[in-house]
């Protein structure tokens, strides 16, 4: 079964990304820490109920060790905003038995004493261009990276993804999240949230 981990907001500039998350949301984010394999880093806050929102960016001058970014950042243009979406599996033979091919072989990856594995496709991109979600499993006796962040009094309500073929896709993931919901149309992602502010939303 597959439960939202966390959520990702893609921007070209790590700093500028991380503003608008701040303005949006009205609250401080806190520092990340760099992804060597991909040549990435981001920041982070944490919400309620064991979630996390990312922010995260090309990190300038960074090589990275796979010859490519991931979250289809090497393709990513634009303003900040929503980029992609986490699940959490604890059997990832399981969900990648039923999920399609396009989202990746699992790719092992550690950071101090973080350990998990995550699905990259070989050339970074997003499947479905980020409406099926990465799937990501840690290791056992890892702390999620939600467990260690400040809560920020933020919790997501809803989080809503639009895709012509939205219904195919729920039949090719085993999602139990009440928050999560997919529907057919354009593709978009909106994310709302209860904050000491009311509620905002990102998109």
Not at 4 to 26: F, I, K, M, P, S
Not at 48 to 70: C, F, N, Q, R, T
Not at 145 to 162: H, I, K, W, Y
Request: net charge negative; proline share 7%.
């Amino acid at each position: 079964m597959l439960k939202l981990d966390h959520l990702a907001v893609a921007c070209t500039n790590l700093v500028e990304g991380t503003a608008w998350v701040e303005e949006q949301l009205g609250v401080t984010l806190q520092p990340g820490g760099q992804h060597a394999r991909f040549g990435t880093h981001n920041t982070l806050l944490g919400l309620a109920d064991g979630l996390y929102l990312e922010v995260i960016a090309k990190e300038p001058g960074a090589v990275p060790d796979a010859g490519h970014a991931w979250f289809g950042l090497d393709d990513f243009t634009g303003p900040a905003r929503l980029g992609n979406w986490i699940c959490q599996t604890d059997d990832l033979v399981r969900a990648l038995a039923k999920a399609p091919a396009e989202v990746g072989t699992p790719r092992a990856l550690t950071r101090a004493d973080l350990k998990w594995q995550i699905t990259v496709p070989d050339d970074g991109s997003l499947p479905y261009n980020g409406a099926f979600p990465t799937l990501i499993e840690w290791a056992e006796g890892t702390h999620h990276p939600a467990d260690r962040l400040p809560q920020s009094g933020v919790t997501l309500l809803t989080f809503e993804v639009s895709h012509p073929d939205a219904d195919h896709l729920s039949q090719m993931m085993e999602l139990e999240d009440d928050r999560v919901t997919l529907k057919a149309g354009p593709f978009g992602m909106r994310a709302t949230f209860n904050t000491p502010h009311g509620l905002r939303t990102l998109e």
